[in-house]
């Protein structure tokens, strides 16, 4: 028995693959049954497939050849092509292509890959990528920054789409071939070219160049935020260095390392990153020096004082109603109004002092003074008494009586009388004292278009006349007149003046 390992002319075998495949004629049922790679040995795996002659052997062919050999599919589309019976007219077709998987490295990667990858045409159990034919301008193969180039075998070699394009890249020409959007500018991707005979695939990088400069900063995620606050960052990093502890501190048991992220943590607190999305980190100079003081961990009164004069600077600011410095970047028209951007900056000022309020009581005290000098919102503005109160619920209800006045004016004359009805008539308003001083209603349930507006009429016309001074003696809404007539009348008839006069003998007005 040789012994293999022995002899130096032969090559040592470290691992083996069996792959045996069962083929039936078309049509036919086997009872074999397909087996995954396993091992059974240490140098031998093992592996059955089962398969129809014919079409679907070649499919399990090249579906095994792409496995073995790490081969991707591209599949060529739109390439246009004249027709075979009229060379007049042209027709565009796909060529499929077999080449080593690296080509298609970069782009997976990249974020448009979404799309890009389908089933195969050839009716291959495998999927390909597409990419779009782009039409040659030159015979020159231009110097291209590729990351990849790999040799191509269609999968049809006999086809006439597949000979036509082979024929053509011999030639000495290349097709540049770009990823299929629906949108956006085109991208190409991978070149097409012939080197010594041999058609390779190039991969096109697509994103930056490693020979070009580093990308700024300011030019953002994608080029979207380009207004970064970089000079601020750059003193944060300064103001929060971290310096190897020395032997002596190591031996006084204090966590320096905790300690340094509690600090880390406290001066990041609330750091906005972009300068659009902050006020107060733009007018430094105006309310300096409270953000450098409250972020510290204690306080003394000093710092206290500082504070509370930096907030009162503000609101000096506000009532000379002064503008504050806004960043424009990213916005278009005259921006907010200068109330809007007030209320911005004392909302922000607010979250930065009540970030950190809980850390002593002389930081409650900065945000106490902040809230007694911040005017308060509408919607949080009330009063104690219930006089307030009462004002300005009865101006809620004028505001909305006026509004819909003003809807009802609009309306034809149908929709009012449909309205009408459908409200069921006028509803019962509780009856009020008109005077020249109080001219405001209250209403009891719910108020209709027309008590509105017979209140009003009522409200204006009170103060354009005087009220009649028999009206306001009398009980009723009726004033008896020329009572000294009557009194003579009943005096030449005999009658006692105590009396009371019968109904109808006097004169009244009824208003």
């Known amino acids: 028995m040789i012994n293999l390992n022995s002899v130096s002319s032969l090559l040592p075998i470290s691992h083996c693959e069996l792959v045996l495949i069962h083929v039936t004629p078309v049509g036919d049922e086997t009872k074999i049954t397909e087996r995954l790679s396993r091992e059974i040995s240490p140098y031998l795996n093992g592996e059955v497939h089962v398969t129809q002659s014919g079409k679907l052997l070649y499919n399990k062919l090249i579906q095994l050849v792409q496995m073995h050999y790490g081969l991707s599919s ?10 075979e019976q009229n060379a007049s007219s042209s027709a565009n077709y796909d060529v499929e292509l077999l080449h080593p998987s690296a080509a298609h490295d ?24 597409t990419l779009k034919w782009c039409t040659p301008k030159s015979n020159i193969v231009e110097l291209q920054y590729c990351t990849c180039a790999a040799r191509i075998t269609p999968v049809d070699v006999n086809s006439r789409p597949s000979s036509c394009l082979t024929n053509f890249l011999l030639s000495g020409r290349a097709v540049m071939l770009e990823q299929p959007r ?44 380009t ?32 300690r340094a992220k509690t600090h880390l943590e406290r001066m990041s607190r609330f750091w906005p990153l972009v300068i659009g999305e902050t006020i107060i980190f733009n007018m430094a ?27 009162y600077h503000v609101v000096g600011m506000e009532s000379r109603n002064e503008p504050l410095p806004t960043s424009s970047a990213g916005t278009r028209g005259k921006g907010p109004k200068r109330d809007e951007q007030y209320k911005q900056m004392w909302a922000e000022l607010e979250n930065l002092i009540r ?5 002593s009581p002389q930081h409650q005290r900065v945000l106490e003074c902040l809230l007694k000098c911040k005017k308060p919102s509408d919607d949080v503005k009330s009063s104690p008494s219930s006089t307030k109160e009462e004002k300005q619920e009865t101006n809620t209800d004028q505001n909305y009586a ?18 009408n009805k459908s409200e069921g008539g006028p509803s019962s308003v509780k009856k009020s004292r008109l005077s020249t001083d109080d001219t405001q209603f209250k209403s009891k349930g719910a108020s209709n278009l027309l008590s509105l507006w017979t209140d009003r009429i009522k409200s204006v016309h009170s103060k354009r006349h005087v009220e009649f001074s028999g009206r ?30 019968q109904k109808g003998m006097g004169i009244q007005k009824k208003m």
């Open 402 to 419: 006026w509004k819909e006045l003003d809807r009802f004016q609009k309306m034809t004359e149908k929709e009012k009388q449909e309205m």
């Open 227 to 258: 207004d970064y606050r970089i000079n601020d960052f750059k003193e944060f990093m300064k103001e929060n260095r971290l310096a190897p502890a020395l032997p002596d501190m190591l031996s006084t048991g204090i966590n320096y390392l905790d």
């Open 472 to 501: 306001a003696q009398s009980d009723g809404n009726q004033a008896e007149l020329y009572q000294n007539l009557n009194k003579q009348l009943q005096e030449n008839s005999g009658m006692d003046v105590s009396t009371p006069p």
């Open 355 to 359: 970030a950190h309020a809980d850390s």
């Open 182 to 225: 629906k949108s956006g500018t085109k991208v190409i991707s991978h070149m097409l070219a012939s080197h010594g005979g041999e058609i390779f695939i190039h991969a096109i990088n697509t994103a930056r160049s490693l020979l070009e400069d580093p990308p700024s900063i300011s030019e953002g995620c994608g080029g979207r935020v």
């Open 74 to 83: 591209t599949t060529v589309t739109g390439i246009p092509m004249k027709e």
């Open 285 to 311: 100079s105006h309310i300096d020096p409270l953000p450098t003081i409250i972020v510290k961990e204690k306080l003394d009164d000093e710092d206290v004082l500082e504070c509370q004069k930096a907030i």
């Open 106 to 129: 970069d782009l997976m990667k990249s974020a448009h890959s979404d799309g890009l990858v389908i089933a195969s045409k050839e009716g291959l159990p495998t999927e390909s990528v």
